[in-house]
Each structure stands twice: as C-alpha cells, then as structure tokens.
C-alpha cells in the first residue's frame, strides 16, 4: 500500500504561531480546512481530544458532511465513553461517512489530564483497560448474536448491536512508547502512532512493535503512523530563518508546556523527546528537536526543517524505513496545510511513483 498522509482537523484559527484563545467553534473554518486537507492530498485527518476540546465525535461527522473522501481518526479516550456506546457511535459515523471512519484509542499520559474525568487508574491499569476496550469494540462490531462480557473494567449482558460499519470494522490505532504500548497496540492495533524521533530511535521502536505483534502470535504487524510538524519554506535557508522565529514565539508563550514536580513529564513518549533534544539540535536530514524543549514535548513537536526538496526527502527517509502513513501538521496550522498539499505531499508521492516505475522497468 503507497504511503499515505494524515493531517489534524482544526475547528477555528487558532494556532501556536498566532496566539489565539478563542474555543468557539467557527464553522465556515472548520469548512474550509477540511476542504484544504481533502484537496490537498491528505488520507486521514487526526480530530483531537482534550478535556477542554470540543466533542471529538461531532467535530468528525460534521467534517464528513463537507468532504468526499477523507478518512477522520476519532481520538478517543476508553474512560470518557463505555466500549458499547462508542461502538455504535464509531459504527454511525463509518456510516454517515461511506466507510471512512478510524478510531485512534487514548490510554492516557498525564495522571492530571485523566483525572480532570474522572479517570483514577495507574497508567499500568490504563492499558490493560484499553485492550479489553479493544477486544469489545471489535466483538461490537462483528457479533450477530446477542453476548455478556465480564471482564476487569467492564462488564454487561445481552448486548448487540445493529448499527454495523461500512466494511465490517473500523481501523484500530493505538499510540505510545512504554512497553505497555507496545504490548497493546502490537498485540491489537491495526496502525500504531508514534511521534517523530531520529531515524535510529524510530527503527528501534518499530522493531519493538513487530516484537509485541509476533509474541501475541500475529502474523502481521500494525502499519505504522509518525508524526511531525513540519516547517517549510521554498529553500533551505528560508525555512530555517522561518523556524527560528517560530521557536521564539514558541518560547515566549505564557503557557508553553510545563511539567510539575521534577519537571519531567510522566509519558515515555515526551521524556523520549525531551532526552533526543538534549542530544543535540538537528538530527538525520532535517529533523529539529528545539520545538519539543520549548514546548515541553506536552505532544508531537518535533519539526522536519527545509525547502519542499529538503522535507520531502527527509520524509522519504522514514517512508524507507517502514513507516506507512506520515502525519503532518504545523505551527500555522491553515498556511502549512495549504503549503504541504502544494509542495510536499506531491514531492512524496511523485518519487514514490518514479520507484515504482524504475522497479516494473527493471523487472523487480
């Protein structure tokens, strides 16, 4: 399967670059980036969820309403919704939309952000329930027959459903870099997510997925999913002036990422960021760690810098090393979608066909 690309959905102009506070949820926005993302190229866009965000679910059917043919991959928490409910909610969705919804399961990083619901669990416990949220999700959607389930976190009689997704299922995308995330998304995902790391850490964390599909006794392995937030301008010189005055806007916010306590964040996934900036600033072909210190790698930020040439190829880099979808989303967000679906997405994809043809040439 050619790679393909996943944004994040944006429900007004708000963004890291402009500062903006505003939460209303501007509709004629949220039209027009969708309407970005879908001409520009991009398979899959990321609907975010927070505490604080608007409802992941209806932000995703309302961009299915304006779009013919991008996938949304509802990012779900299994402590905000019980496994049922989001089963037929996920099912109505993939409906609504022809076949096009994918859920991206939470287990959660921060203790603080899980409890602002309520959610009490140890991160251990976290996983485990997102596994047996898993196996219901997929039980939801395949069973013909009513069934029970009494599981650890979870436990009813008699349920079916009858709203059932377009294909059958939906994709199942599981994130992560602790070893419980490994075990879970490698033992049931369908795509893992990771976030944009050096070349060498990412082939690391790759083969510890294959590891975790092999020991569940699957013959597969989830297609893989990282991402980055790309800083791009028409050559090299040019983006690098332009990603040094971002960072300065990115230092100087009032609420840039802050951790308590030690100051470590308590996710594997920031602490990996934050120790890869600490080496050093650039790594590989262009990959920029300065972004994930000012931002306290809260989420993925780390940046691919340079010219359309320059990204593209870095990009490359990672398409080679097994990754199957690229996610990139930027600091401004609207501007770069639009420049990404100009310049690098077709970069991609054009090499990408030219291999394809040197190989059928070549007879490989």
């Known amino acids: ?5 996943i944004s994040a959905i944006n429900v007004n102009g708000n963004n890291e670059v402009n500062g903006g506070t505003d939460p209303t949820l501007d509709l004629a926005y949220l039209r027009r980036y969708a309407r970005v993302l879908e001409d520009g190229g991009f398979d899959y ?3 975010p969820y927070h505490s604080s965000f608007h409802d992941p679910f209806t932000v995703a059917a309302a961009l299915t309403q304006h779009t013919e043919r991008i996938k949304p991959i509802v990012a779900l928490r299994p402590n905000t919704v019980y496994p049922t409910v989001a089963a037929k909610a996920l099912a109505t969705l993939d409906q609504l939309s022809g076949g096009r919804a994918v859920v991206h399961l939470i287990a959660g990083g921060s203790d603080a952000e899980q409890a602002r619901e309520g959610d009490r669990l140890a991160k251990a416990e976290r996983y485990a329930r997102e596994d047996e949220y898993i196996r219901i999700l997929r039980q939801a959607w ?3 027959a009513p069934f029970d389930h009494a599981g650890q976190y979870y436990s009813f009689e008699d349920f079916v459903s009858h709203v059932r997704p377009v294909h059958g299922t939906i994709p199942v995308s599981v994130g992560g870099s602790s070893p419980d995330a490994y075990r879970v998304g490698g033992a049931l995902g369908d795509i893992f997510g990771l976030w944009g790391e050096p070349l060498a850490d990412t082939r690391q964390q790759i083969d510890r997925i294959a590891a975790a599909a092999r020991a569940a006794g699957r013959a597969d392995t989830p297609r893989i999913w990282v991402t980055f937030r790309p800083i791009v301008a028409p050559t090299d010189a040019l983006a690098w002036d332009k990603a040094h005055r971002i960072l ?3 230092q100087r916010r009032p609420n840039r990422g802050r951790w308590s306590g030690d100051g470590r964040p308590a996710n594997v996934g920031s602490q990996r960021l934050l120790d890869i900036a600490a080496r050093q600033d650039v790594h590989d072909r262009a990959l920029w760690t300065p ?3 000012a931002t306290g790698a809260a989420g ?3 940046a691919l810098v340079g010219s359309y040439e320059t990204v593209a190829a870095a990009i490359l880099d990672y398409v080679d090393l097994g990754a199957d979808l690229i996610s990139i989303r ?3 967000n609207l501007n770069d979608a639009i420049d990404y679906g100009r310049y690098i997405i077709p970069l991609v994809r054009q090499e990408l066909a030219n291999r394809t043809t040197a190989a059928a040439a070549a007879g490989v």
């Open 1 to 5: 399967m050619p790679v393909e690309f």
């Open 45 to 47: 866009t990321l609907v």
């Open 142 to 144: 395949t069973a013909t």
């Open 248 to 250: 300065d806007i990115l």
């Open 291 to 293: 972004t994930a210190t």
């Open 300 to 302: 993925a930020s780390t």
């Open 330 to 332: 930027g600091y401004d």
